[in-house]
């Protein structure tokens, strides 16, 4: 591409797209940079960008101490470990269904799963609110976490991927003696390991933000997660105070910014190796 | 004598003596729903009374569960009422009265007023706080945790514009004035600071109020069953409300933000705001310059609506329980524990009584700005509820705002608002 | 393996997910339909069956309207855009662009970020007098203006948020699909003579398509679905200006406690992205082999 760049107008061309992208990345990253400021820094200089403001630990301190965070912290990890766990497990034995065995009404049974990609449980908050009562879990982790245990995306996910696994793969395990369900965790598990990063990565940041359903579902300390913790402490009759929020905020995600900065590059990776598209 | 009659007596004998037992042993235990977030410093507050109560009433255990907001306050109660697990008692806000009467979640305090003394205790409140507690004759709820709103200002700006710090803008023509001489611009022509701010994010209706009461009008009848959004009284008050904005020049545009207000005010961005007696800590702490607290200025009249919680009695409770809920909210209102717990959380106490207590005079005499709200109640009014509340409350949030962000007049808005009450009420009118 | 052998293994592997989704995707579907024809029951006075009046009143209802049209206008405004703006950064992180590692960072910060909190900031960028946006627009000269608080500007303030918040999340899909594709291509154009828009224009985005789909399919759910910044910015307001309708239905459903009501309208939301599954699917029949 070398000799493409030596002419002066594209190289111009070239100069006005990396001001384009660092213009939008500064765009991008301006409230994480607002809320590093603001959480670092005495309340009056939350609105006033002064360079020699001096620095203060004191509003982590405030935050926690004005909120359980450490039981939102204990109960959103419960969650998402609960969650992805069961969607392992659900998602793989299900699409290793569709995508290997041949039973009447698979397409049909194919098609009531993805209807799920749309009609998902965000969506459902009413009714679902009402079988949770009847189920007597309103109130409880599990209760957050139900609806979405069964994922269509990740039985789609998978099925896509265990079709790629060679067939010959297949029937050599069998032919060893391997049961069906040996065969899934010998051959296509480990095959399909990168598609398991990414949609593990996928659905952590999911449900570590998720909001709306856990908002109605809970009402104690004892089974809400992060966001809706942080929405009770922040939504009070005294207004807003930006210092104590936004160290909240940062406490809140680090576990997640801190995850991505180290993993970036798998991260990539693996939604590349797992062919999303 | 027949074996059946043996045997009856010896079950009769039996029960009285397990009754006996039970009435001798196992205390009576209260369970009570408290609108706060866990962990704050008022929890302390709460488990203290419960556990002095407790001492002086050994036959009784109170046990307090900390819900969270009031809007999930009442979630949790309603969901509780369905599920056949209501608490004893509960606080919630006095407008959630008619919506718990319409659920069938709550029973009236009247039966269990029977001597000289409870009726005493029940006059003993300010009449303001119980028009949001009684209807159709009954007594539903019990004042506790109530607000009002009151006028913040800058004494420096004061100042500065030339005038005096120490006097409130009286009345509304008094606040346009004021607020004129106290909004500021630039070369350009670009305001930097504002006279006045009312907030009408979220629940504009309550500040609303606060104009209406002014301008000598009610919102609703006392049964909740109707609305009055659109008489002329009203429309003026709105108009009012516009005009600082269109005509004085003094009041931003569009929707001011309640959860920003009081750090506008902090900015020195505003020198005058509307906003809860809730707000006096905060303010005292953040504020970096001198402020005053005053009275919402008058029209008619003085005014201002009452916000906040009561106590509630639930249904579902045994009539045992419920006597010893009336006689732990008889003992936690009673003036000196009304006094502490106003100092201790910037609640108005509820009662004369508690403001006359030595404690409450003293905290008056250092903090003169505490009694504001106090002098405050007599004039004020109980704040808007009716059936169905949430929903006639959104009609008339909706009109507020599209008036204040231009998009109808003040009439217009206000009938559009009054129709749409009409019909949601149209089911509770028998 | 006999043929009833797999036809008993495909059904037991699926079966735990099964029971799952039938709980909590077509049951409540179902369910949802049925409520939708009778009463709320309030106190003691239970349920009945109402026919359609719950959906007369929904045509009677201009806040519904009025939430349905802020919803699809909410849908114009952020899918083309964040899309558009994440197809452009993966490009940009994909290419020989100086500080790559932070642009990335930079763009992918928003999908790591609990809404709620960052509302909670935008909140702060959108304040007037004091506020990030009118401390720049001030600094310009500019007029100031109150951006959530007038109803021609909440709407857009809040698709801002929106497309912020998407945009990066998408770019990741974008930037998977770049990097599978095999860079000789990109060389011989280049020795050709092509320019690299035309290359873009010709080459890349059509290998791209797939992806594209995928990410429209979970931008369109996200125009219904994502309501978070509504909860903590606006409540809805000014006048309903930024009502939209998972919103309305969270309003309804718990704070009016109108189940009955509340099932009507998530009806016309289910109609709505029943509409959309189809029209995809109809797309993907004649575009796209997804086998």
């Known amino acids: 591409m070398s000799f493409v760049h030596s002419s002066p107008r594209v190289y111009l061309g070239h100069g006005l797209e990396t001001a384009g992208a660092w213009l939008l990345g500064a765009l991008w990253i301006l409230p994480l940079a607002y809320a590093i400021w603001t959480a670092f820094h005495p309340g009056e200089y939350s609105t006033h960008f002064v360079p020699t403001a001096p620095l203060t630990l004191d509003n982590f301190g405030r935050a926690w101490a004005a909120a359980p965070f450490a039981r939102y912290f204990l109960n959103t990890m419960l969650l998402c470990a609960m969650i992805l766990a069961a969607q392992l497990v659900l998602c793989t034995l299900a699409a290793y269904a569709f995508a290997r065995f041949v039973f009447p009404g698979r397409n049909l049974l194919f098609a009531l799963v993805l209807l799920q990609l749309m009609v998902m449980p965000d969506v459902l908050i009413v009714e679902n609110y009402r079988t949770m009562g009847a189920l007597g879990l309103r109130d409880t982790i599990v209760a957050i976490a139900l609806p979405y245990m069964a994922s269509a995306f990740g039985i789609f996910l998978l099925r896509q991927t265990f079709k790629t696994v060679p067939k010959e793969l297949d029937e050599a395990a069998r032919v060893e003696g391997c049961t069906p369900l040996q065969v899934l965790w010998k051959v296509y598990v480990p095959l399909a390991r990168p598609v398991y990063l990414a949609y593990a990565l996928v659905s952590v940041s999911f449900h570590w933000n998720n909001f709306l359903w856990p908002l109605i579902i809970t009402n104690s300390v004892e089974s809400r997660p992060l966001t809706v913790g942080l929405q009770v402490f922040s939504a009070t009759d005294q207004g807003i105070d930006w210092s104590i929020i936004t160290a909240a905020t940062l406490l809140t995600s680090a576990p997640l910014l801190i995850a991505f900065l180290l993993f970036q590059r798998q991260f990539v990776l693996s939604f590349m190796r797992a062919g999303i598209k | 004598m027949k074996r059946s009659t043996l045997w009856g007596w010896f079950v009769v004998v039996a029960l009285a003596a397990l009754s006996g037992a039970t009435l001798a042993q196992a205390p009576v235990e209260i369970s009570f729903y408290y609108p706060v977030a866990v962990g704050g410093p008022i929890t302390k507050l709460i488990d203290q009374f419960a556990a002095d109560f407790e001492k002086e009433n050994p036959g009784i255990k109170v046990k307090p569960i900390y819900s969270g907001s009031y809007q999930e306050s009442i979630t949790k109660a309603l969901t509780a009422v369905k599920s056949n697990d209501a608490p004893t008692t509960s606080v919630l806000l006095s407008t959630d009265m008619f919506t718990l009467i319409d659920e069938e979640a709550i029973v009236p305090f009247d039966p269990l007023i029977k001597t000289p003394e409870d009726q005493a205790w029940l006059r003993g409140f300010y009449p303001a706080f119980m028009e949001n507690s009684q209807t159709g004759g009954k007594t539903w709820g019990i004042p506790f945790q109530r607000s009002t709103i009151v006028l913040y200002y800058n004494k420096e700006m004061f100042k500065d514009a030339g005038l005096d710090p120490n006097r409130a803008p009286a009345t509304w023509k008094e606040m346009a004035e004021y607020a004129q001489k106290l909004t500021k611009r630039d070369a350009s022509g670009k305001v930097t600071q504002w006279g006045v701010q009312i907030p009408s994010s979220g629940f504009p209706y309550w500040l609303f109020q606060g104009l209406t009461t002014e301008n000598d009008v009610q919102l609703m009848n006392a049964a909740g069953t109707e609305t009055y959004y659109d008489k002329p009284a009203v429309i003026e008050a709105l108009q009012y409300w516009m005009d600082l904005t269109s005509k004085y020049k003094v009041h931003p545009e569009g929707i001011v933000e309640w959860g920003t207000t009081p750090k506008d005010f902090f900015e020195r961005k505003v020198a005058m705001i509307w906003t809860t007696t809730g707000n006096l800590t905060n303010v005292k702490n953040n504020a970096k310059f001198d402020f005053g607290v005053a009275m919402l200025p008058a029209n008619k009249r003085r005014g201002s609506p009452t916000g906040g919680g009561n106590f509630y009695l639930f249904k579902q409770a045994k009539p045992e329980q419920q006597a010893a809920a009336f006689k732990f909210i008889k003992w936690i209102t009673s003036p000196a524990r009304a006094a502490q717990w106003g100092i201790d959380t910037g609640y108005v106490a509820v009662s004369p ?11 008056v005499a250092d903090f003169p700005p505490a009694a504001v709200a106090r002098d405050q109640l007599q004039y004020a009014v109980a704040e808007l509820s009716t059936h169905d509340n949430q929903r ?39 | 393996m006999t043929r009833s052998a797999q036809w008993l293994y495909g059904w037991l592997l699926l079966l735990p997910a099964a029971v799952l989704l039938a709980l909590f995707t ?48 909410f849908a114009i405004g952020t899918i083309p855009l964040s899309i558009t703006l994440a197809l452009l950064m993966a490009v940009w992180v994909n290419g020989r662009i100086a500080g790559r590692g932070f642009l990335r960072l930079a763009y992918f910060t928003p999908t790591v970020l609990p809404m709620i909190a960052v509302a909670n900031i935008w909140l702060f960028f959108y304040t007037p007098e004091y506020g990030l946006l009118e401390q720049i627009t001030g600094a310009f000269g500019m007029p100031a203006h109150n951006w959530l608080g007038s109803k021609n500007s909440a709407l857009a303030a809040l698709m801002v948020v929106t497309v912020w918040k998407e945009a990066g999340f998408f770019m990741i899909f974008y930037l998977a699909a770049l990097q599978q594709m095999s860079p000789q291509l990109a060389e011989a154009a280049a020795i050709e003579g092509a320019s690299r828009a035309y290359f873009f224009r010709r080459v890349t985005l059509p290998l791209l398509m797939p992806t594209t789909l995928f990410v429209l399919v979970n931008a369109v759910i996200n125009a219904f679905r994502l309501v978070d910044h509504v909860v903590v910015m606006t409540r809805g307001g000014p006048d309903n200006a930024t009502e ?9 459903g718990f704070r009016f406690w109108d189940s009955a009501y509340a099932a009507a309208l998530t009806m016309v939301l289910l109609l709505l992205l029943g509409v959309v599954a189809l029209l995809q699917f109809w797309f993907l029949e004649r575009k796209v082999h997804y086998q």
């Open chain 3, 26 to 73: 077509h049951y409540p579907a179902v369910a949802t339909l049925w409520h939708s024809f009778r009463s709320t029951p309030r106190g003691s006075r239970a349920s009945t069956f109402v026919g359609v009046d719950n959906y007369a009143q929904l045509v009677d209802d201009p806040i519904f309207w009025q939430s349905l049209t802020n919803n699809l206008w």
């Open chain 3, 244 to 252: 939209l309708l998972l919103y309305y239905i969270y309003e309804i």
């Open chain 2, 392 to 430: 006639v409350t959104k009609a008339l949030n909706d009109g507020l705002q599209a008036g204040l962000t231009g998009t109808k007049s003040a009439e217009q808005a206000m009938k559009d608002s009054q129709r749409e009450a009409e019909r949601l009420l149209r089911p509770y009118r028998k």
């Open chain 2, 353 to 363: 009584d508690a403001w006359a207590t030595p404690v409450m005079r003293k905290y």
